[in-house]
């Protein structure tokens, strides 16, 4: 049974930082590809960041790049998402997803990713 767990979510100040980690059971973890999505009451899920099994490749959405990190560690089977200068239009659930494979600049699609998890929320207020 694969098992997708998020944490790290919470309350931060327009500016500040925050990582959200996920650790995944129950699979081939290195031959997954990982993704974060988020979604905001009222919009739809949007991708955020993924990154290869091989951690050879990476895509962020364009409105995070340049503020967000994401990492994988195969040896644990996890992998983090480091956001850094939050703004209040990043507050959103956050999912963490593992899709098959890598499917080039097609990776931040959301219907790609067949294992999520229950989400961690994140809040970006003053």
């Known amino acids: 049974q694969v098992q997708v767990v998020e944490s790290g979510g919470g309350l931060v100040q327009p500016g500040g930082s925050l990582t959200l980690s996920c650790i995944v059971s129950?699979?081939?973890?290195?031959?997954?590809?990982m993704g974060w999505f988020r979604q905001a009451s009222g919009n739809e899920r949007e991708g955020v960041s993924c990154i290869s099994g091989s951690m050879h490749d990476a895509l962020y959405a364009d409105s995070v790049k340049g503020r967000f990190t994401i990492n994988r560690d195969n040896a644990k089977n996890t992998v983090n998402l480091q956001m850094t200068n939050l703004k209040p239009e990043d507050t959103a659930m956050y999912y963490c997803a593992a899709a098959r494979s890598w499917y080039g600049k097609r990776s931040l699609s959301a219907p790609l990713y067949i294992y999520w998890g229950q989400g961690t929320q994140v809040n970006v207020s003053s």
């Open positions: 129950g699979l081939q973890f290195d031959v997954y590809a």
